[in-house]
């Protein structure tokens, strides 16, 4: 127990000695005058965490602007994707195309939509 207790005081003594050096470290700087090299220091230690910071929320908004979610307009899945790609339907296979916030269906020129009715048997006999 007493070996555990050495140890720990140990490790805790090697962490307070490193920032005691940093400490006498910012101490000297500024006693010499050079202040500035430590401002300098610590704005380019802060610096990469301030940017990922901005980076981080500038993603977001971007991708809070362009995604989209909306119904294939056939069969019905809904789904998201960015604004302004092409892409298929994950469903159905449709190839389809984002405008607008809607996804809009790519077809080929000429191509007719049809849309298929039931009908009773006894009406066609009438
Ligand atoms: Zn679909």
Redesign the pocket.
């Known amino acids: 127990m007493n070996q555990n207790f050495s140890r720990l005081a140990q490790i805790n003594l090697s962490g307070v000695g490193c920032w005691l050096t940093v400490l006498a470290f910012v101490i000297l700087l500024s006693s010499l005058g050079l202040g500035w090299v430590l401002n300098w220091l610590i704005f380019l230690i802060t610096l990469p965490f301030i940017l990922l910071f901005v980076a981080f929320f500038a993603l977001r908004w971007w991708v809070g602007r362009n995604i989209v979610e909306d119904e294939?307009?056939?069969?019905?899945?809904s789904f998201t994707a960015f604004n302004g790609i092409d892409i298929d339907?994950?469903?159905?296979?449709?190839p389809?195309k984002v405008e607008k916030g809607k996804f809009i269906r790519v077809t080929p020129p000429g191509t007719i939509d049809v849309e298929a009715i039931e009908v009773d048997v006894k009406r066609l006999e009438d």
């Open positions: 294939c307009p056939v069969c019905g899945y339907c994950p469903n159905c296979n449709e389809l």
